[in-house]
């Protein structure tokens, strides 16, 4: 058991560092738009998308535990979001999927924001209370 948090790991260091990476080198290219996040997110979605039908048929599950939950989790957690919708639709739960999808969207901005303001809040009068 210990061998696959390793293999997941691996992939998280390898695929949080090419984040970083790949977010350095779009960097001067943005203006106002998050190209960044956007173009690691599609990268990812499709590196997962591909990844996926290779690793069920020629990969051992440690190697999928590497590329697709460690590597790809890290550089990006929407490409597996995508992928599950891919799958659902696959399984004709479309239903299912536009409720993920709408969920996900809505309340993950909902509670971005939230997590926001409360830090914003917070440090607003830690700011005034150092003063």
């Known amino acids: 058991m210990f061998m696959y948090y390793l293999f997941v790991f691996i992939g ?8 970083n990476l790949v977010g350095n080198m779009i960097q001067p290219l943005s203006s106002g738009f998050p190209l960044q996040t956007f173009f690691i997110n599609c990268i990812g979605s499709f590196f997962l998308g591909a990844f996926l039908p290779f690793a069920k048929i020629r990969l051992k599950p440690e190697y999928s535990l590497l590329i697709g939950t460690g590597f790809t989790g890290a550089f990006t957690t929407f490409s597996t979001f995508s992928l599950e919708n891919v799958l659902l639709m696959n399984e004709k739960q479309f239903f299912v ?6 969920f996900s969207m809505f309340v993950g ?9 409360l830090t914003d809040q917070f440090h607003k009068k830690e700011g005034a209370s150092t003063s």
Do not use: A, P, V
């Open 97 to 102: 999927s536009f409720l993920y999808i709408f």
């Open 12 to 19: 998280g260091f390898l695929g949080s560092i090419s984040r």
């Open 109 to 117: 901005i909902f509670l971005s924001y939230s997590g926001y303001k």
